[in-house]
Nanobody
Framework: QPLLVESGGGLVQPGGSLRLSCAAS????????IGWFRQAPGKEREGVSC????????GYADSVKGRFTISRDNAKNMVYLQMNSLRPEDTAVYYC?????????????????WGQGTQVTVSS
């Protein structure tokens, strides 16, 4: 059965970096659009970044553009989110998601498969 598992979260100081990984099993990511989302307590879920299936085009929320980079390794059935220059407001549970479509987007309703999430805490 299709499964997504995130890893790489943890506690980091402001200005630090983390690399999140999302491992897919039970299906091949080649033809799936992938998104990273996050949700902080008491806040709405927001789209962070996404990468399309066919052309590899990417999208980023304004709040993370220039600091975060999404990538995929189809041979390993993995997607990544490199997060640099982290800020306290980046603290949230981060989720990866996939949907069988070509173009990605930052709207969570367009994604069918979801991981369990990994906690990212940015604090001194």
């Amino acid at each position: 059965q299709p499964l997504l598992v995130e890893s790489g979260g943890g506690l980091v100081q402001p200005g630090g970096s983390l690399r999140l990984s999302c491992a897919a099993s039970g299906f091949t990511l080649d033809y799936y659009a992938i998104g990273w989302f996050r949700q902080a307590p008491g806040k709405e879920r927001e789209g962070v970044s996404c990468i399309s299936s066919s052309d590899g085009s990417t999208g980023y929320a304004d709040s993370v553009k220039g600091r975060f980079t999404i990538s995929r390794d189809n041979a390993k059935n993995m997607v990544y989110l490199q997060m640099n220059s982290l800020r306290p407001e980046d603290t949230a549970v981060y989720y990866c998601a996939a949907d069988y479509r070509i173009r990605c987007g930052l709207y969570s309703g367009n994604y069918y498969y979801w991981g369990q999430g990994t906690q990212v805490t940015v604090s001194s």
